[in-house]
């Protein structure tokens, strides 16, 4: 057993390395078609196709017809012995077998255990019936006795008519001495009637010679073969062009997308993919030429910020340095106030980062948002007092939600802080709490002049800032709205901006609300 064992591993490893070696074999073989393009394969896929439908030609109207013409006859025989065998009482069975001599050009014998003719027919020409003497009768009787089902016999027709025919007496393209197409088949059914006797079904039908129609076939094949061929060779090259030059155009046209510009070819051809992925390249070419347009500005906004505290620092560090009387609380404030600025940008640029990076995390919890938003308001009170800038809270009851309390407040200072940027002249920002079928909803309202429509798609894109001039004097980054949009994204919230040119805009995010508070608040 153990011997056994080993030599099936050994066999089984042999034929692993076999299977191995052969499909690096073929790996080889179709190596070059990955270094193919659109047409070359086409063309490839085209002459494959037409070669296993050329094989399959050959295969099934050449090769094969002899065996299916042979199954065809050996059906036709059984089918109608079946016939004749569930007839064989009928009193007409004469006229029924005439009929069936003539439509199906067979020869019908029905004859007894004796061997004694009952029916028969004579239309077919050449018939085995005629020819066979009782002896042989008997003989086939003795075998269908001994056969349960319907006997097969084929003859050669040569060997019956004795003929002194010989091909090698004749010169040229002659027929040859034995046509192996000049057979007769006869089929033979032992069947019992109603009164108990034994008879015999016997049919016999001539296996038309089929040589000539296989050669006619393999003539045409060459041609039908040449006409494929040349047919695949023409339509691989056509679609092949059709197919690929579009991509080919797209590609060249692409090839200007990290410029920001893409501009597809026309081209009388056109398909939907193309015409999909033409609008996904037009579209990425204007979202980028619009993101190095607002990284150009972000740079100038950040360079621009970044001078003005840094050289207001150096100043007065300088001059608190060289002038021992400037060294007064005053000059300390404003390089504190400088140093403020410059911290809250670089915070802005690294929060916005982490968003973009996934490295934000969220700690959902219920809180106060009434509170949470009055705590906020409070902390404007100084910028209030010493600019003149008026936040209104508007709230009728106090209530409770479940969300991340330090993000949600940051999406407050963001829209606050935007609201404070383009305000009117009134400095006036409003900031609403109302609840609106479950959920809590937020709105932050300034009285500028407002959002242009064109420009409401990309005000939340990263470095996006308004083309109008603002009112207050601050410095602005373009990332504030992107990182509300990414907080409330993360927070699956709904949010929006309601604007009109004149009359300010609205800002507003809905939480779900936990707990809420009915009683009036002061």
Known sequence: MKKRDEVFSAALAGTRKRAAALGRLFSRMFMPLNRLGIRGRTLIYFLLFTG???????????ALLPDFYKLQKTNMLTTTVDTLAKNIDN????????????ANDVSVLVVDERGE???????????????????????YISLAEQSQTTLYRVFNMELLAQSDYNENRFQGP????????????????????????????????????????????RSQFVFIALFMVLLSLLLSLVLSRRIAQPI??????????????????NTSVSYREIQQLNATLTQAARDLHCVEQMQRELLANISHDLRTPLTLIQG????????????????????????????SLVNAVLEYSAARNGHRSMERMDFDLTQSIRGILTRYGKLTEQEGYQIRLETAQSVTVNADEMQIGQVLYNLINNALTYTGEDKTVTVRQRVLGGVARVEVSDTGEGIPTEELPYIWSRYYRGQKPHKRATMGTGLGLSIVEGILKD??????????????????????????????MA
């Open 316 to 343: 007065y560090a300088e001059a608190m340095r060289d002038l021992p009387g400037e060294k007064t609380p005053e000059n300390m404030q404003v390089i504190i106030e400088e140093t403020q600025r410059l911290t």
């Open 117 to 139: 003719k009952l029916i028969a027919t004579d239309g077919m020409r050449d018939s085995v019936l005629q020819r066979m003497t009782v002896y042989d009768l008997k003989r």
């Open 174 to 217: 002659v027929p040859p001495t034995n046509d192996e197409l000049s057979r007769s088949m006869v089929a033979i059914r032992r069947v019992q009637t109603e009164a108990g006797e034994t008879h015999y079904i016997f049919l016999n039908s001539i296996i038309t010679p089929v040589e000539s129609i296989v050669k006619t076939l």
């Open 248 to 265: 080919v155009d797209t590609s060249d046209a692409a090839a200007g997308l990290s410029e920001g510009r893409f501009q597809p070819a």
């Open 91 to 102: 009193e007409d069975l004469q006229l029924l077998a005439d009929r069936i001599a003539e």
């Open 52 to 62: 296993v439908l050329l094989a399959l030609l050959w295969v099934f109207q050449i």
């Open 491 to 520: 927070h699956r919230l709904q949010f929006g901006v309601e604007s009109r040119e004149g009359e300010g805009a609205t800002f507003w995010f809905e939480l779900p609300v936990v707990a809420c508070d009915e009683k009036p």
